[in-house]
């Protein structure tokens, strides 16, 4: 009976770390609403959720992008950098009109993103090191093209930042609609199945002849081009652009995100799915920490919290 009961808890330990690993991030979300509709007055309320969801959108959008890049077991760092960028950029091109500016920044956004990529599969420097680079470039040019905040007149961003389809804002359905975009190139290309396959292993990759070093910029270029989105939108609600600190310390929000949705830092899987809720997770316990008024730094401390619980959680999850 002993040796018996021995050999059961080890195999309980691992299926309770299994469902960890695979629903943690969703019992999370489950129970801080729990939480919060028995102790946080007007939770329940429609202007909330709506608040929270407009705030984690450009979270999630980021967060999205960094999901492919750690899928190839790479990282972005300079994706709040990014989105200080398309702020700069679109309050300078804005009196072109709204369209003409969307497509400068995103010019300059793939341009970052290509740097990235271009260091990375080309010249072979280690992804964070490269990334960290473009954060600290990327953030001074922003500076330079724009010193300080600027307020932004025009009714098209106010539009893009304040307008709502039956109730529901443009901020939430673009990061829906790219959530399930990316899914699906994720699950059903062959795009997708080339970035897992270098996730999970680069030199297997490389003698089955995938195209290595065209996946991976593109996966950099993708991943800028979401944060120009977020940044965009970021500075449509505020209606004003702020390269100061629009995108502080997004690329480890956006992170935290990724990890704490079960996407491995060592590459090879992508959870979509996850990558939002882990998005909507950092957000509910951010709010919730404020809604009490507690200081910042205890939300500093608990996002570290969960951070440490989800490496945890994913000790000995493998590649695919």
């Known amino acids: 009976m002993a040796e018996a009961a021995l050999r059961t808890a080890p195999l309980d ?64 760092l300079s994706v709040g950098a990014v989105m200080a960028l398309a702020a700069s950029v679109t309050a300078l091109y804005l009196g072109y009109g709204l369209v003409p500016a969307l497509l400068v920044v995103a010019v300059f956004a793939a341009a970052v993103g290509l740097a990235n990529g271009a260091l990375v599969a ?39 930042g304040s307008g709502d389809v039956l109730g529901i804002p443009y901020l939430i359905l673009i990061a829906a609609g790219l959530a399930l975009l990316v899914a699906f190139v994720v699950r059903r290309t062959t795009f997708g199945r080339q970035l ?21 910029i593109l996966v950099y270029v993708i991943c800028a081009l979401l944060a120009a989105v977020a940044g965009v939108l970021a500075t449509a609600r505020l209606q004003a652009s ?5 995108g502080n310390l997004m690329e480890l929000s956006a992170i935290t995100a990724v990890v704490v949705g079960g996407t491995p830092l060592t590459g090879g899987r992508v959870n979509i799915a996850g990558t939002v809720a882990g998005a909507v997770l950092i957000q509910l316990l951010t709010a919730t920490l404020i809604k009490h008024d507690l200081p910042p730094s205890w939300t500093q401390i608990a996002q570290a919290v969960v951070i440490v619980a989800a490496v945890y959680a994913a000790r000995g999850r493998g590649k695919r």
């Open 13 to 76: 330990k691992a299926r309770a770390l299994q469902w960890l690993q695979k629903y943690g991030v969703y019992a999370g979300v489950a129970l801080l609403l729990v939480v919060n509709i028995a102790i946080t007055p007007h939770f329940l309320s429609a202007e909330n959720f709506r608040t929270q969801a407009v705030q984690v959108a450009p979270v999630i959008i980021v967060a999205l992008g960094m999901a492919l890049v750690i899928g190839t077991e790479g990282v972005d």
């Open 122 to 160: 080309l010249v072979g420097v280690q992804p964070i090191v490269a990334t960290l680079a473009l954060m600290v470039g990327g953030r001074g040019v922003a500076l330079v093209l724009l010193p300080q905040l600027q307020d932004l007149r025009n009714p098209q961003l106010a539009s893009l």
């Open 242 to 246: 702020d390269p100061t600190s629009l």
């Open 196 to 216: 897992l396959a270098i996730g999970d292993s680069r030199p297997a990759a490389q003698l089955a002849g995938l195209p290595v070093r065209r996946v991976l």
